[in-house]
């Protein structure tokens, strides 16, 4: 059973950054595509951005293009999502996700896609 764990709870500023980071364990780390979702109160849970198991394909959200960096370690078995010029609008819960299907684009965007997830983490930001 595969355990996500994410860390970087964070009350920012709008325009400041923040990192969020998701550490994996029980299964082959290497071989899930991995997401990040999001979450804000009263609204549907929503995809952020992906990577590829082999971290050289990468997609985002149009909301967060430019302003978020996602990355993967594979020998660590950590994904990351590095968070820029931040809004108010990004204020969620953000969650790691795991998907074990091989998809030839490298990555999903569904969220009935990913198999495992992480507990989430509350990111705020204030105007």
């Known amino acids: 059973q595969v355990q996500l764990v994410e860390s970087g709870v964070g009350l920012v500023q709008a325009g400041g950054s923040l990192r969020l980071s998701c550490a994996a364990s029980?299964?082959?780390?290497?071989?899930?595509?991995m997401g990040w979702f999001r979450q804000a109160p009263g609204k549907e849970r929503e995809f952020v951005s992906a990577i590829s198991r082999s971290g050289r394909i990468t997609y985002y959200a149009d909301s967060v293009k430019g302003r978020f960096t996602i990355s993967r370690d594979n020998a660590m078995d950590t994904v990351s999502l590095q968070m820029n010029s931040l809004k108010p609008e990004d204020t969620a819960v953000y969650y790691c996700?795991?998907?074990?299907?091989?998809?030839?684009?490298?990555?999903?965007?569904?969220?009935?896609?990913?198999?495992?997830w992480g507990q989430g983490t509350q990111v705020t930001v204030s105007s």
């Open positions: 029980g299964g082959t780390f290497s071989s899930y595509i």
């Open positions: 996700a795991a998907d074990v299907t091989y998809y030839s684009a490298g990555y999903s965007v569904d969220i009935d896609d990913y198999d495992y």
